[in-house]
């Protein structure tokens, strides 16, 4: 009797320990994908301690020193709690588990793989149960290698799926958009411009990745396309050459070289190669990389490659910035040159000189935010490369609608101005944002945020200073969740404005029917929404 309650508390105690490890490698945005080789490096020590445990366990219980048995379970039990806590605590910021389809395949693996050793302890000889805890730690690695083999096996297959269809059609002409910010507007709007002429496919929403990509190709129909638009991400060195070997693209565009996704990049230097890996491909493939150089890192990557590629600079009308004298002298075409004015009549306005026709191209657009403009700018420049005429480019800029929740205007039902620019925010971004917020002319102003996440070890510091300057722009910050909660408070309070600050720990119906209510005196941004695993 004693031994069958002795293991289901041991089963028990394992289910648990199995919770911890899924919970440590999601919280972490690793869940299966590499979490192996996390286990390796980040579980050495605890395995090491938990196999000397159960051994020390094994052996008294051999020699019949039961109770000393008793009291290293207890002690080995303790050690997994006090793990744990730490994790729980190193990742206070992030939630909920996630029972992802993968983590859902992973803990079947797991249990599976377990019960049979158990079973077979059984059966051979039960002593060996003691060894129960070593057992679980051995068991993960193989559960996380035979998952990583299905993921493998799964990713082949459709890839090599996406890569057949895509031989099917030699003449389709594909685009490559990679950045840290920018580039699913820039990917619209290309798009906008471009479906006049031409019949163009886009992936959609943020279908970025690897396999996200190969969904696309393989669920929809290329009959008769001539340009079909890539969006590529990237969370690690490696990802943008996959994606081009997968679609082979004709033409790049580079918005941006930034500090997003820090915490897997581990650095900046390791994002500035990995946007450049389209650039490689091109340059190596005859194909045209075009960068915006108003980012200082793509302006860097633009001096530095060779082979055929295109600088696009936005310009203030007024300005004699230095980097524009620089651009000239480097013997580029004044048409890749836009100059922007003032907003008129709620409209931004570019203007670009068409060296085809020797005139000025003046567009007009009801899109928010100077980075806006750039974007457009990137967007016509591939379009006019593409043969796209002036006139046609006009009417299509003049259009464009902004993408659902990047800087997307609408009125509440109070009659409150309400900007949602909740998807995927960073630095850049949020401080695009502020100039917005600045040059709009409502008495009170609302701020709704979580701050920006993936910012590795700058994340207080990046949030500290975003806040400080929010605090000077906007009545009101509502904090949500309690992610940056700290970083964002204390920055806010740092810069001693008449700010009213409020903290909420999610992002509720409540929230949004106190917004709807208010009427046409507020501004109301909400600037990110926060990743699944954060929630």
């Known amino acids: 009797m004693i031994e069958i309650i002795a293991f289901i508390g041991l089963l028990t105690t394992i289910l648990i320990l199995q919770k911890i490890h899924i919970y440590y490698f999601q919280m972490n945005r690793y869940e299966i994908k590499t979490s192996y080789k996390m286990l390796l490096s980040n579980y050495l020590i605890d395995f090491v301690i938990i196999g000397l445990i159960d051994i020390l366990n094994y052996l008294l219980y051999i020699n019949e020193y039961n109770t000393a048995c008793i009291v290293i379970g207890i002690v080995a039990i303790v050690y997994k709690i006090y793990l744990f806590w730490n994790i729980k605590k190193y990742n206070y910021q992030k939630n909920k588990l996630k029972y992802t389809q ?3 395949r992973w803990i079947g693996i797991l249990i599976s793989i377990y019960l049979i050793a158990i079973l077979l302890i059984i059966l051979l000889d039960y002593k060996y149960i003691h060894l129960s805890l070593l ?8 559960g996380i290698t035979i998952s990583k083999l299905i993921e493998y096996i799964y990713e082949i297959k459709y890839k090599n799926a996406a890569i057949k269809k895509l031989s099917n059609y030699p003449n389709l002409k594909v685009i490559g958009i990679t950045g840290s910010y920018g580039k699913t507007s820039v990917k619209q709007y290309l798009y906008s411009i471009l479906q006049n002429d031409y019949i ?5 929403m943020s279908y970025n990745t690897l396999m996200g990509v190969c969904k696309y190709i393989n669920g929809t129909s290329l009959d008769n396309v001539n340009y079909l638009i890539v969006e590529m991400g990237a969370v690690r060195k490696g990802d943008i050459a996959k994606l081009c070997r997968l679609v082979h693209p004709d033409i790049g565009i580079i918005t941006s070289i930034g500090n997003q996704h820090l915490d897997t990049f581990g650095s900046v230097d390791n994002i500035y190669k990995t946007k450049n890996e389209l650039a490689d491909y091109l340059m190596d493939n005859n194909g045209v990389v075009i960068y915006n150089i108003n980012d200082k890192k793509c302006y860097k990557a633009w001096n530095e490659y060779n082979g055929h590629k295109i600088g696009v600079y936005v310009i203030n009308n007024n300005s004699n910035d230095i980097n524009y004298a620089i651009y000239c002298e480097n013997g580029e075409t004044n048409d890749n040159i836009y100059k922007y004015y003032k907003m008129q009549n709620n409209k931004q306005n570019l203007s670009y000189y068409d060296i085809s026709t020797n005139k000025v191209v003046y567009l007009s657009t009801m899109l928010l935010g100077e980075h806006n403009l750039q974007n457009v700018a990137l967007a016509v420049t591939c379009a006019r490369l593409l043969g796209i005429d002036s006139a046609s480019v006009v009417r299509s800029v003049a259009s464009l609608k902004a993408v659902d929740n990047r800087l997307q205007p609408k009125i509440g039902p109070g009659g409150a101005l309400i900007i949602m620019d909740a998807y995927n925010s960073n630095e850049f971004s ?6 917005v917020a600045k040059d709009i002319d409502k008495p009170i102003k609302i701020l709704i945020t979580p701050g920006v996440v993936d910012m590795g070890n700058e994340q207080y510091d990046i949030n500290y200073r975003l806040a400080a300057l929010s605090a000077n722009i ?4 509502w904090i949500i969740n309690k992610v940056n909660k700290y970083a964002l408070l204390e920055g806010a309070n740092s810069s001693n404005a008449d700010c009213i600050i409020k ?3 999610t992002l509720d119906k409540n929230i949004f029917s106190s917004v709807n209510e208010l009427d ?8 990110n929404d926060l990743p699944d695993t954060y929630k």
């Open 503 to 505: 903290t909420y720990d």
């Open 474 to 477: 906007f009545n009101e910050i």
């Open 135 to 142: 057992i679980f730690e051995i068991v993960n690695l193989i």
């Open 102 to 104: 993968r983590v859902l």
């Open 520 to 527: 046409d005196k507020f501004l109301v941004i909400f600037e």
């Open 430 to 435: 949020f401080g695009a944002m502020l100039k």
């Open 200 to 204: 163009v496919k886009a992936t959609p």
